[in-house]
């Protein structure tokens, strides 16, 4: 389905020069001479190469339909990761580079969505919120408190992030999947 270059959006499958591409970012770029054009960070789905591309807002782009679908987190075997289908109990086994950075927030028994193009798995969603425990955290430094201040703390998955200095080790955090940001305290 063509759609104007202006109109694509990261997560979107798009195909360009005969090859597949999954949108990282995007940006409308306006220099103060020249009509705007849009700036695009693209990975190509079999290598997984990524490459930036230039197209005049007017252009227009091969958008591909993706199709969700709902799986669970199951086990890792070697370098791949093994999701189950809900409803059917098939497994679908993919390469955890297709995760990107948020592998390391990968947890059992998790429920994922799968973006599909014809069949083949081209990308993953995990919840935009996990829960966490804080193993390591830094010891706050006083009199940091003229603005907010931040320290660091290591998660149970690994991942170091920032948290308020009232957060100890031991807690348990909500984080978010997209960029390990910390969001609040966990409820539980």
Do not use: C
Request: proline content about 5%.
């Amino acid at each position: 389905m063509k759609q104007q270059a202006n109109l694509i959006r990261a997560g979107q499958v798009i195909e360009h020069d005969g090859r597949r591409w999954t949108v990282l970012k995007q940006q409308i770029i306006t220099p103060g001479k020249g009509g705007a054009f849009i700036q695009v960070e693209m990975r190509d789905l079999k290598t997984g190469n990524k490459t930036n591309e230039r197209w005049r807002t007017a252009d227009s782009v091969e958008r591909l339909v993706t199709e969700d679908k709902d799986y669970t987190y199951s086990y890792m075997d070697g370098d791949n990761v093994v999701l189950m289908d809900p409803e059917t109990f098939e497994q679908l086994i993919l390469a955890k580079d297709i995760f990107g950075d948020q592998f390391a927030f990968l947890q059992d028994n998790m429920p994922l969505n799968v973006k599909l193009v014809e069949g083949d798995p081209v990308g993953v969603e995990l919840p935009p919120h996990v829960t966490l425990e804080v193993t390591e955290a830094d010891p706050v430094v006083k009199g940091q408190t003229a603005s907010s201040s931040y320290k660091p703390a290591m998660l149970s998955n690994g991942v170091k992030t920032l948290v308020p200095p009232f957060i100890e080790a031991g807690e348990r955090i909500v984080v978010r999947t997209e960029d390990g940001s910390y969001v609040e305290r966990a409820k539980d």
